[in-house]
Each structure stands twice: as C-alpha cells, then as structure tokens.
C-alpha cells in the first residue's frame, strides 16, 4: 500500500505560481513508482498533468502546460512537487497526485494505469 497526501493548493492571480507538494507514506519503496499529477474541473474528465520516474529521468507534461509547470521528486524524503508558475484561470481544477509502480524509466499519462491516488487539493487561479 502506498498513501499519497497533496498540500499546496490555494487561490492565486494569474500570473502567479503555487508548489504543490505530494507525500508518500507505506509499506511500499516509493522509488519503485512512476509518480504523476492529474487535475480534474466539474464536468470534465480527468487530465494529465505531469509525469516523472522513478528515477527523475524522464518528466513528461501535457502541452497546456509545457513550459510553465515543473515536476520533480525527492526519493529520500519520499515527495514528489509540482511548481506551477504563469498560472492561468484555465488552470483551476482540483490536482491529484497518483503513483504507478514502474522500474523503468517509463512515464505514462493514463490514469488506468496508475495505481494509487490521493484526495486532491484545489488550485484556483483567477482573471
């Protein structure tokens, strides 16, 4: 089992930036994970965000936020980040951390194949 927290979440100006911090606790090596960020809006299906190894190689992002949007991990202290700077009202959604149990340097932007979620944490961004 792997538990997943997110934090960082709040409510800035376009143009602005937030870190999202996600935590991972559990009986599994949280460097056995492939670990990504969703965001979801009422209505709509959740999205892929960003996407990491486990290993940092190889970050992956969607083009709504290429450029913008930075991932990265720190597997000793078992954490995965989200720097989102020039945020956009289009960006407000509640953003999810996810794992997927991956050793290779693979990163996926399927939500089916992620294993384990965390509760989310709301990002609003306003005009």
């Known amino acids: 089992q792997l538990q997943l927290v997110e934090s960082g979440g709040g409510l800035v100006q376009a143009g602005g930036s937030l870190k999202l911090s996600c935590a991972a606790s559990?009986?599994?090596?949280?460097?056995?994970?492939?670990m990504g960020w969703f965001r979801q809006t009422p209505g709509k299906e959740r999205e892929f965000v960003s996407a990491?190894?486990?290993?940092?190689?190889?970050?992956r992002y969607a083009d709504s936020v290429k450029g913008r949007f930075t991932i990265s991990r720190d597997n000793a202290k078992n954490m995965v980040y989200l720097q989102m700077n020039s945020l956009k009202p289009e960006d407000t959604a509640v953003y999810y951390c996810?794992?997927?149990?991956?050793?290779?340097?693979?990163?996926?932007?399927?939500?089916?194949?992620?294993?384990?979620w965390g509760r989310g944490t709301q990002v609003a961004v306003s005009s």
């Open positions: 996810a794992a997927d149990y991956r050793l290779n340097q693979i990163v996926s932007t399927s939500q089916d194949e992620y294993e384990y």
């Open positions: 559990g009986r599994r090596s949280f460097s056995s994970f492939a």
């Open positions: 990491i190894s486990w290993s940092g190689a190889t970050p």
